[in-house]
T-cell receptor, first 117, second 115 residues
Framework: AQKITQTQPGMFVQEKEAVTLDCTYD???????LFWYKQPSSGEMIFLIY??????QNATEGRYSLNFQKARKSANLVISASQLGDSAMYFC??????????????FGTGTLLAVQP | EPEVTQTPSHQVTQMGQEVILRCVPI?????FYWYRQILGQKVEFLVS????????KSEIFDDQFSVERPDGSNFTLKIRSTKLEDSAMYFC?????????????FGPGTRLLVL
């Protein structure tokens, strides 16, 4: 069965430093996608970054990069040069793709990141 | 930039009442989803919808829930007789077919409180 594990309930980081949020996943399907979403205190879910299981390169989007280690089944989010506005809950999610049909997202429990000035 | 919209942003209702949560997915998207997030917990899948029918639903999505795409733009979630435990944030999401974009874009959510 699909499962996403985020072992860090909360983290602190100093402004301007980099931070890594951990995510491990479990799936038996060879084709899947991994996502990170940011949820600020206002509640909306903001898409940050996507990694496909067959992508050769690690995904990057501005200050966000995904450290994808397929053999270890990990998809850690790296935020470089943290800003105060990065303080939020971060969710890792996975989607398996069955026969071309788009499937649901399975979410982890989230990591609450607090950026300190 | 196109976005998923949801109305209302907040809804307070009495236990046993019916509520309808509305969503307008991104216009060229074909797959639609409802998720919910009970306060302080993770996001849970409720139902996915494609080609005017449910493609998958979770065990949470019992007979009290229904979804509909009444016209070319709206996608609704109806809870027939609300319970206290239905209090949660409800998110609508949409995505393009596989191969045309993998990301599920979420709406801002409807915060439902059942009293």
């Amino acid at each position: 069965a699909q499962k996403i594990t985020q072992t860090q309930p909360g983290m602190f980081v100093q402004e301007k430093e980099a931070v890594t949020l951990d995510c491990t996943y479990d799936t038996s399907d060879p084709s899947y996608g991994l996502f990170w979403y940011k949820q600020p205190s206002s509640g909306e879910m903001i898409f940050l970054i996507y990694q496909g299981s067959y992508d050769q390169q690690n995904a990057t989007e501005g200050r966000y990069s995904l450290n994808f280690q397929k053999a270890r089944k990990s998809a850690n989010l790296v935020i470089s040069a943290s800003q105060l506005g990065d303080s939020a809950m971060y969710f890792c999610a996975m989607r398996e793709v069955y026969g071309g049909a788009t499937n649901k997202l399975i979410f982890g429990t989230g990591t609450l990141l607090a950026v300190q000035p | 930039e196109p976005e998923v919209t949801q109305t209302p942003s907040h809804q307070v209702t009495q236990m046993g009442q019916e509520v309808i949560l509305r969503c307008v997915p991104i216009s060229n998207h074909l797959y639609f989803y409802w998720y919910r997030q009970i306060l302080g917990q993770k996001v849970e899948f409720l139902v996915s919808f494609y080609n005017n029918e449910i493609s998958e639903k979770s065990e949470i999505f019992d007979d009290q829930f229904s979804v509909e795409r009444p016209d070319g733009s709206n996608f609704t979630l109806k809870i027939r007789s609300t319970k206290l435990e239905d209090s949660a944030m409800y998110f609508c999401a949409s995505t393009q077919p596989p191969g045309q974009g993998e990301t599920q874009y979420f709406g801002p959510g409807t915060r439902l409180l059942v009293l």
